[in-house]
């Protein structure tokens, strides 16, 4: 576990990192596309969850408030969460924010962002299960159920190893699977586990925390111009306190 936290945070530096390169290069601006599509996936309460058929949460009013800033419209665009990193790659998305973990392997793939949030891996289990700890996990014969191509999928994979995993496209989906006992706990965020708990009878959240994150928004990497032009709007919400409130909305106890 020291490891993994270990990991993450090396992954924070290298990103503030690439950053500073960032902040000096080119500056040629690209004014032939006046709309930005942002990838997400949105079944990840409060990051993005669909209010009727509004894509709504704090990665969706951040991202409005940077192309509101930019002067540009915003398109945002639900997809399999493994497969934002792909798509951003190769030009189909401006950009990808999903309540994404800066990881070094991602960074291999594409550029992050600053950090606008921090997010915790949490283990749910049902109410009275024998598993009360991430220990318990790892080292009983429990099926683990992730989200597919998160970062709890890769712990978890770590950890545990694919025989006692299984893979949901949505997050939703390794809850509902937890419910009906086909696995018998799910590794999520924090916030979208508490409000999974929250929605859901009879669901707990182990008090053990089981790695420390950063999230960040992704951008190709041959699109510098939009790295320097998101880290300079996140960088006035974040003074301006636009990011704070937003948070605040859907966290009231971060307020
Ligand atoms: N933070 C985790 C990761 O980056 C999970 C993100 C899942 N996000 C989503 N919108 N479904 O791997």
Request: glycine fraction near 8%; charged fraction near 25%.
């Amino acid at each position: 576990m020291k490891k993994i936290i270990a990991k993450i945070v090396s992954a924070a530096l290298i990103a503030s990192m690439a950053l500073a390169f960032a902040a000096c290069g080119s500056s040629k601006k690209e004014e032939e596309s006046k709309k930005l599509v942002m990838a997400t996936n949105a079944y990840f309460p409060p990051y993005e969850y669909y209010d009727g058929e509004t894509i709504v949460g704090i990665d969706a009013e951040i991202a409005q408030a940077i192309a509101d800033k930019l002067g540009m419209e915003l398109e945002i665009v639900d997809v399999e969460f493994d497969s934002i990193i792909a798509g951003v790659q190769a030009g189909k998305y401006d950009f990808g924010m999903a309540g994404m973990t800066v990881t070094e392997d991602r960074l291999k793939s594409v550029n992050f962002s600053t950090t606008y949030a921090t997010g915790i891996q949490s283990v749910i289990v049902k109410e009275g299960s024998p598993i009360t700890s991430v220990d318990d996990l790892i080292d009983g014969d429990y099926i683990v159920g992730v989200q597919q191509g998160t970062t709890g999928d890769i712990y978890m994979t770590d950890e545990v190893g694919e025989d006692r995993m299984d893979r949901y496209s949505k997050g939703n989906d390794a809850v509902l699977a937890l419910m009906q006992g086909k696995v018998d706990a799910v590794v999520i965020d924090n916030q979208p586990a508490l409000s999974y708990v929250a929605a859901n009878e009879g669901l707990t959240i182990l008090e053990t925390p089981y790695a420390i994150e950063d999230y960040a928004i992704c951008i190709s990497k041959d699109n510098e111009d939009l790295l320097k032009d998101i880290n300079a709007a996140l960088d006035e919400l974040q003074k301006d306190g636009t990011i704070d409130a937003i948070i605040a909305k859907y966290i009231p106890a971060e307020a």
